[in-house]
Nanobody, 121 residues
Framework: QVQLAESGGGLVQAGGSLRLSCAAS????????MGWYRQAPGKERELVGS???????NYADSVKGRFTISRDNAKNMVFLEMSSLKPEDTAVYYC???????????????WGQGTQVTVSS
């Protein structure tokens, strides 16, 4: 089994910063893709940023220049540095990882439980 645990959410004023962390634990062979998604009330879940095992990143247009995704492969962790936060960034943020549980198994998506980020105006 693979577990993802997010941390670092909270309440922040507009213009402020937060750092989210996500740690993968359990028994697995490798993690390729890792990403952060968010879901605001009444809206669909959307990709915020992603990073491959070799560090290639991708961001939603709405967060480019404000958010930075990074990962620590040795610790099986992914981070999201968020700055210049806006009220529209308010959402539950989820971590996702594409994981192979063995060298011959296919890869599957695993999700964390989410962490709330609230940006006040």
């Amino acid at each position: 089994q693979v577990q993802l645990a997010e941390s670092g959410g909270g309440l922040v004023q507009a213009g402020g910063s937060l750092r989210l962390s996500c740690a993968a634990s359990g028994s697995f062979f490798s993690i390729s893709f890792m990403g952060w998604y968010r879901q605001a009330p009444g809206k669909e879940r959307e990709l915020v940023g992603s990073i491959t095992s070799i560090g290639t990143t991708n961001y939603a247009d709405s967060v480019k220049g404000r958010f930075t995704i990074s990962r620590d492969n040795a610790k099986n962790m992914v981070f999201l540095e968020m700055s210049s936060l806006k009220p529209e960034d308010t959402a539950v943020y989820y971590c996702k990882a594409l994981v192979a549980t063995s060298g011959r198994s296919p890869r599957y998506d695993y999700w964390g439980q989410g962490t709330q980020v609230t940006v006040s105006s």
